[in-house]
């Protein structure tokens, strides 16, 4: 059974950091792109960052210079480290694949608010 398990959300201050984790069973992680997903209320799911196989990682321009995406293969984890968050960052946070996103593998998310 595939999971992709994301956490480490949660509500912080404007400027401030969280890390997000994303732990896959049931897929042989290393052979797919990962990315990070949000999604704001009233607001259609955006892609936020994705990391390849190789690791190469590109950004939405919103978030670019201020998160980081990451992953541990071994792990079968990858990370969403996201600084200077701001208000227009808040939304539920998931990871899937890229580009193309599978829909048995969206998860529960997980929520991350900042407050102004």
């Known amino acids: 059974q595939v999971q992709l398990v994301e956490s480490g959300g949660g509500l912080v201050q404007t400027g401030g950091s969280l890390r997000l984790s994303c732990k896959a069973s049931?897929?042989?992680?290393?052979?797919?792109?990962i990315a990070w997903y949000r999604q704001s209320p009233g607001k259609e799911r955006e892609w936020v960052a994705r990391i390849s196989t190789g690791g190469t990682a590109a950004y939405d321009d919103s978030v670019r210079g201020r998160f980081t995406i990451s992953r541990d293969n071994p792990k079968n984890t990858a990370y969403l480290q996201m600084n200077s968050l701001k208000p227009e960052d808040t939304a539920v946070y998931y990871c899937?694949?890229?580009?193309?996103?599978?829909?048995?593998?969206w998860g529960q998310g997980t929520q991350v608010t900042v407050s102004s």
């Open positions: 899937n694949t890229n580009p193309f996103v599978r829909v048995g593998f």
């Open positions: 049931g897929i042989i992680f290393s052979i797919y792109t």
